[in-house]
C-alpha cells in the first residue's frame, strides 16, 4: 500500500511542451511538498502545501504551478518545458508543518526535456 | 540560514566492513532536527533517522548507528558490517524552527557509498 505515490514515473517530452506530474498520499497528512534533484543529485524544495495553501515558494519560475485539489493531492505542472527543467521531482508529505514531522517521499518522477 | 555539508562524495569499501558518513550542519537556531535518508539504485527516497536537537543521545538500529554531537555541528551515520544492499546515496538533511522555515528541509550534497562484495 504505497504511501505517497507519483505519476508518471517517467516522463520525456520536447522543449516548449507543457506537462503535469501528479502526487497522492494516503497517509491522512496536512502537508505536501515538491522537491527538485538536478544531474549532481542535490535536492531543493520548491514549493510546500498546508491544507491545500501555498507556505512555502522557493523562487522556482513562474512555469512551474502545483495546484493542491485537497489535502491528498499536491500536482505539479510545468509550461513551456526547458532543457534545464530535466531533473527528478519528488513529491512529500508530513503530518504538519512543524519540525518534529518527518517528511516521506514518493517514488521520484523522472523528467527528460529533448 | 541553514546549511548542511557532507564532504564525502564518494566512498567505496568492501563488505563486512564499517563505514562512517560524515554531517556537519550550519543553523542560527537552537531547536532544529535533523535526517538521515537514503536512495537506493532504484531511485526512492528512504527516511532513516530523525534526531531533535536536544537529545545528544547516540542511536542504534541494528547495523546502523548515529553519532550527533552539537559541539562540533555534526550528526555522522556509521554502517557496521557493510552489505551490498547498503549502496546507496545518502543524504542528510535539517531542518529549522526558525522564521518562515515551515519545515523546510535543507539536504546536504549527499554521499555515494558502493559496498563491494
Known amino acids: 500500500d504505497t504511501a505517497v505515490s507519483q505519476t508518471p514515473k517517467y516522463l520525456v517530452t520536447q522543449m516548449g511542451n507543457d506537462k503535469s506530474i501528479k502526487c497522492e498520499q494516503n497517509?491522512?497528512?496536512?502537508?505536501m511538498y515538491w522537491y527538485k534533484q538536478d544531474s549532481k543529485k542535490f535536492l531543493k524544495i520548491m514549493f510546500s502545501?498546508?491544507?491545500?495553501?501555498?507556505?512555502i515558494n522557493e523562487t522556482v519560475p513562474n512555469r512551474f504551478s502545483p495546484k493542491s485539489p485537497d489535502k491528498a493531492h499536491l500536482n505539479l505542472h510545468i509550461n513551456s518545458l526547458e532543457l534545464g527543467d530535466s531533473a527528478v521531482y519528488f513529491c512529500?508529505?508530513?503530518?504538519?508543518?512543524?519540525?518534529?514531522?518527518?517528511?516521506?517521499f514518493g517514488p521520484g518522477t523522472r523528467l527528460t526535456v529533448l | 540560514a541553514q546549511k548542511v555539508t557532507q564532504a564525502q562524495t564518494e566512498i567505496s569499501v568492501v563488505e563486512k566492513e564499517d563505514v562512517t558518513l560524515d554531517c556537519v550542519y550550519e543553523?542560527?537556531?537552537?531547536?532544529?532536527?535533523l535526517f538521515w535518508y537514503k536512495q537506493p539504485p532504484s531511485g526512492e527516497l528512504v527516511f532513516l533517522i530523525r534526531?531533535?536537537?536536544?537529545?545528544?543521545q547516540n542511536e542504534i538500529s541494528g547495523r546502523y548507528s548515529w553519532n550527533f554531537q552539537k559541539s562540533t555541528s555534526s550528526f555522522n551515520f556509521t554502517i557496521t558490517a557493510s552489505q551490498v544492499v547498503d549502496s546507496a546515496v545518502y543524504f542528510c538533511?535539517?531542518?529549522?524552527?526558525?522564521?518562515?522555515?515551515?519545515?523546510?528541509?535543507?539536504f546536504g550534497q549527499g554521499t555515494i557509498l558502493t559496498v563491494h562484495p
Open positions: 543553523t542560527r537556531d537552537t531547536t532544529y532536527y
Open positions: 502545501y498546508n491544507n491545500k495553501e501555498l507556505i
Open positions: 538533511a535539517l531542518v529549522n524552527a526558525g522564521g518562515t522555515s515551515y519545515g523546510k528541509l535543507t
Open positions: 497517509l491522512g497528512h496536512d502537508t
Open positions: 512529500a508529505s508530513s503530518q504538519s508543518v512543524e519540525i518534529t514531522d518527518t517528511q516521506y
Open positions: 534526531r531533535n536537537s536536544f537529545d545528544e
